[in-house]
C-alpha cells in the first residue's frame, strides 16, 4: 500500500521596530524521501509604500542518508515594476546550473564564485529544513547556502532551547546561534555584507515538523545596520 502524503503549511511574519514590513506562507508535501516546496511572499504595512515587492519559490529535493538534497530551486518576484528570477539546478547536491534574469550586476571589488564552492551546498530554503535526531542536534552544523549569486556558510551553536506557541504548534523549540561567513559571489567591502559577518547578531529557533524528523525554523532575529529583523512563524503545522 502506498504510503499517503504529508503536507505542512507555515506562515510567517517579517517584521522590524514591531513593525509588520512582510508576510510569506509555504506548503510543504513531503512523499516519501521526496520534497515539494510552495511558497509565497508579500510586503506588508508601511513597507508597501516604499518597497512592493511579491513573489513565488518553488524547491524540490530528497533526504538521502539523513541529509536533505537539494534538486531545483525556482523564484520570480516583482520589485516594483521590475520582473527578476533565480534558477538554480542541483545534482547530487553539487549545482550545475544557476541564472538570474536580470542577470547579477557585479561592482568591483568583486568576489567571483569558483567551481569549488558550488559542490556540496544547498538553496536557502533547504538548508534550512534540518534532520535531526532530537532538539539538541539541530544546531550542531555549518549551512553551506548559494541563492544564486552570493555563497555563504552559517555557522550554528546551540544557545538554548525554549518552549513555542503558534497557530497549530504548541512544543519546544531549540535556540541556535548563527554567524554569517561570506564566501564568494558578493562585493568585498559591502557594508551591509560586512555586517552581517563581523557585528550582526543572528539567532534561529528551530522546531520539529509534525513527526517528519524534520526542524524548521519558527523564530529568527537578524541585526542589521538599522535594526533588528525579526521572522516569526504565525503558523506552524501539520495539514494532512
Same mark, same amino acid.
Given at each position: 500500500?502506498?504510503?499517503?502524503?504529508?503536507?505542512?503549511?507555515?506562515?510567517?511574519?517579517?517584521?522590524?521596530?514591531?513593525?509588520?514590513?512582510?508576510?510569506? #506562507?509555504?506548503?510543504?508535501?513531503?512523499?516519501?524521501?521526496?520534497?515539494?516546496?510552495?511558497?509565497?511572499? !508579500?510586503?506588508?504595512?508601511?513597507?508597501?509604500?516604499?518597497?512592493?515587492? =511579491?513573489?513565488? !519559490?518553488?524547491? +524540490?529535493?530528497?533526504?538521502?542518508?539523513?541529509?536533505?538534497?537539494?534538486?531545483?530551486?525556482?523564484?520570480?518576484?516583482?520589485?516594483?515594476?521590475?520582473?527578476?528570477?533565480?534558477?538554480?539546478?542541483?545534482?547530487?547536491?553539487?549545482? !550545475?546550473?544557476?541564472?538570474?534574469?536580470?542577470?547579477?550586476?557585479?561592482? =568591483?571589488?568583486?568576489?567571483?564564485?569558483?567551481?569549488?564552492?558550488?559542490?556540496?551546498?544547498?538553496?536557502?530554503?533547504?538548508?534550512?529544513?534540518?534532520?535531526?535526531?532530537?532538539?539538541?542536534?539541530?544546531?550542531?552544523?555549518?549551512?553551506?547556502?548559494?541563492?544564486?549569486?552570493?555563497?555563504?556558510?552559517?555557522?550554528?551553536?546551540?544557545?538554548? +532551547?525554549?518552549?513555542?506557541?503558534?497557530?497549530?504548534?504548541?512544543?519546544?523549540?531549540?535556540?541556535?546561534? #548563527?554567524?554569517?561567513?561570506?564566501?564568494?559571489?558578493?562585493?568585498?567591502?559591502?557594508?551591509?555584507?560586512?555586517?552581517?559577518?563581523?557585528?550582526?547578531?543572528?539567532?534561529?529557533?528551530?522546531? #520539529?515538523?509534525?513527526?517528519?524528523?524534520?526542524?524548521?525554523?519558527? !523564530?529568527?532575529?537578524?541585526?542589521?545596520?538599522?535594526?533588528?529583523?525579526?521572522?516569526?512563524?504565525?503558523?506552524?503545522?501539520?495539514?494532512?
Amino acid at each position: 500500500m502506498a504510503r499517503a502524503d504529508d503536507l505542512y503549511r507555515t506562515e510567517y511574519d517579517i517584521s522590524i521596530f514591531g513593525l509588520s514590513i512582510a508576510r510569506a #506562507a509555504i506548503e510543504t508535501v513531503v512523499s516519501g524521501p521526496n520534497y515539494n516546496l510552495n511558497g509565497r511572499f !508579500v510586503t506588508s504595512g508601511l513597507a508597501r509604500i516604499f518597497d512592493n515587492t =511579491d513573489g513565488t !519559490v518553488h524547491v +524540490t529535493g530528497s533526504a538521502v542518508k539523513g541529509a536533505i538534497v537539494p534538486k531545483s530551486f525556482d523564484l520570480a518576484y516583482k520589485h516594483g515594476r521590475k520582473d527578476k528570477s533565480t534558477a538554480i539546478r542541483f545534482m547530487n547536491g553539487d549545482v !550545475v546550473a544557476a541564472q538570474n534574469q536580470p542577470p547579477v550586476k557585479k561592482d =568591483d571589488p568583486w568576489v567571483e564564485t569558483m567551481p569549488g564552492d558550488l559542490l556540496n551546498v544547498s538553496d536557502p530554503l533547504s538548508a534550512l529544513m534540518i534532520p535531526a535526531k532530537d532538539a539538541r542536534s539541530v544546531c550542531d552544523r555549518s549551512l553551506s547556502v548559494f541563492d544564486g549569486q552570493t555563497r555563504v556558510e552559517i555557522k550554528l551553536a546551540f544557545n538554548g +532551547t525554549e518552549s513555542f506557541t503558534t497557530g497549530g504548534f504548541t512544543g519546544e523549540s531549540v535556540i541556535c546561534s #548563527a554567524k554569517f561567513i561570506p564566501v564568494s559571489g558578493y562585493q568585498k567591502g559591502k557594508k551591509s555584507i560586512d555586517y552581517l559577518a563581523n557585528k550582526s547578531r543572528i539567532t534561529i529557533s528551530f522546531a #520539529a515538523l509534525g513527526n517528519s524528523g524534520i526542524y524548521a525554523p519558527v !523564530v529568527a532575529r537578524i541585526g542589521t545596520r538599522i535594526g533588528t529583523l525579526k521572522i516569526a512563524a504565525t503558523r506552524f503545522e501539520k495539514v494532512e
